[in-house]
């Protein structure tokens, strides 16, 4: 499949990176010479120079052949002429735009069809919805669902007080009173698939699989309080901050803005009514002092810099705040960030790019293609929903008899709006859905690719 992405930003980059370890044909476009050379040696991939948006840059890119048009230009604009454009010499071709402004938002749904986009991002709406998320239902790092909200992969760290503590997998349903199934743990970076033998050790990052009643089942035999938030206090004022702020005043909670320009104050005050908008500096401590911080409040660092991001975050955790979510551009450094009282990591570039890989994935294997993709344990593994079909290998044959290939790990089937939690017995049928966990270095596209 030919791919050409128009745009060697944060999410080009990182979709550069993935597409191409998955073996795709990939082309990139950028209108800055240093950062396009950059891409081509360390991806190997080809490169045009120029504007995205004009016929002869993409005629030579190729888009006449290409199966597949992503524009992630740092401008709306251009990226909406770029896929126009690309639909005008390649009819036949998918184009998906990323679009951030939130004053496009409404009229680019409707004019959809007439732009020829088959698909619209937009990462800081997708950052916002997942940290809404979080503190709407607290108690785990991360959440990611699957099976529309039936099933979800949770985030756990383990501490030296928890009952998880050198605790054998094979005893967790009975020490926790909760069906769930453990299906990666980051230890040391090392992202490892355990058995029943495994034994949990402070400081492991846990990551399992559950119905969100046997997640809020979990927390309560853990030990675990979860506070209802009253009031949010958000560092930042970008497109992140006023898409939260807007779905934290329709669940009633108290919303705070730090942002240190005046006429970004005023503009959200505007768009904003119900928020409380603050003229001030995030990083200045005496703010915090004054602020008279609870438990019953979170924090939600997403200034436009990931080091004052960490610096915030860092500070306001020892101010006894229960709930704290990062937002940062590059979680490269994982090892490093790992160490740091960051509370919930959210990484906007990475949501979107998963977005974009299940619709590449989808496009490539019609047939057994994975609905939704989700890269967990700093992305040394994924987390694949799929579809069940008639000539999907193995259907009603129990999964103990089933060979998977190594590190792969069938996490939940959802079978007749049934959710569950596999065991030796279960099976899957035409018709079902199933969420597949594997190690992230071999991409699965295909339901088919994960038997041996």
């Known amino acids: 499949m030919k791919i050409i992405v128009a745009g060697y930003g944060k999410v080009g980059s990182a979709l550069t990176r993935q597409l191409s370890a998955e073996g795709y044909d990939l082309t990139i476009i950028d209108s800055n010479r240093k950062m396009l050379e950059s891409g081509q040696e360390l991806y190997d991939v080809l490169g045009v120079y120029g504007n995205c948006a004009t016929m002869d840059v993409l005629s030579e890119a190729g888009v006449k052949n290409a199966d597949l048009l992503i524009a992630a230009t740092n401008a709306d604009e251009v990226n909406l002429l770029c896929c126009l454009t690309a639909h005008k010499l390649n009819k036949n071709i998918h184009t998906i735009a990323r679009i951030r402004n939130p004053e496009y938002s409404e009229q680019i749904v409707m004019m959809r069809d007439s732009l020829g986009l088959s698909l619209l991002v937009n990462p800081e709406k ?18 990611e669902r699957f099976a529309h909200g039936r099933v979800e992969i949770a985030e756990l760290r383990v501490s030296a007080d ?11 349903e009975s020490e926790t009173k909760c069906h769930c199934l453990v299906c990666t743990v980051l230890r040391n970076g090392e992202a490892i698939t355990p058995r029943g033998s495994f034994v949990l050790k402070e400081g492991d990052r846990v990551f399992l699989t559950a119905t969100t009643n046997e997640l809020a089942r979990l927390l309560k035999s853990l030990g675990i309080v979860t506070h209802k938030v009253k009031r949010v206090i958000i560092c930042g004022g970008g497109g992140s ?12 909670i108290d919303v705070q803005i730090i942002e240190r320009s005046a006429e970004k104050c005023v503009h959200l005050a505007e768009l904003l009514p119900n928020a409380s908008i603050v003229n001030a500096d995030a990083s ?30 860092i500070y306001v955790q020892s101010c006894g705040v229960n709930q704290i979510i990062t937002k940062l551009s590059r979680t490269e450094s994982s090892a490093v960030l790992d160490r740091l009282a960051l509370g919930s990591v959210i990484c906007p570039k990475d949501l979107c790019s998963n977005t974009i890989v299940g619709y590449v994935r989808g496009m490539k294997n019609q047939t057994g293609a994975s609905i939704a993709v989700h890269r967990i344990a700093d992305g040394k593994a994924e987390a694949t929903e799929f579809h069940v079909s008639k000539d999907t290998p193995n259907c009603g044959v129990p999964l103990r008899d089933i060979k998977l290939k190594k590190n792969v790990l069938i996490a939940s089937i959802l079978h007749l709006s049934q959710c569950l939690i596999p065991n030796g017995d279960s099976r899957f049928y035409p018709g079902d859905t199933v969420i597949v966990v594997s190690n992230s270095d071999s991409a699965i596209s295909s339901l088919n690719d994960i038997f041996e």
């Open 284 to 313: 200045d401590m005496t703010l915090w002092e004054s602020e008279r911080l609870t438990a019953d409040d979170a924090i939600v660092a997403m200034t436009g810099l990931d080091e004052l991001n960490i610096i915030i975050s």
């Open 162 to 172: 928890s009952p998880l503590n050198e605790l054998p997998l094979s005893q967790l």
């Open 241 to 252: 901050a006023y898409y939260l702020a807007q779905m934290l005043d329709k669940a009633n």
């Open 126 to 143: 997708q950052a916002a919805q997942e940290i809404e998320r979080l503190i709407r239902y607290p108690g785990f790092q991360k959440r």
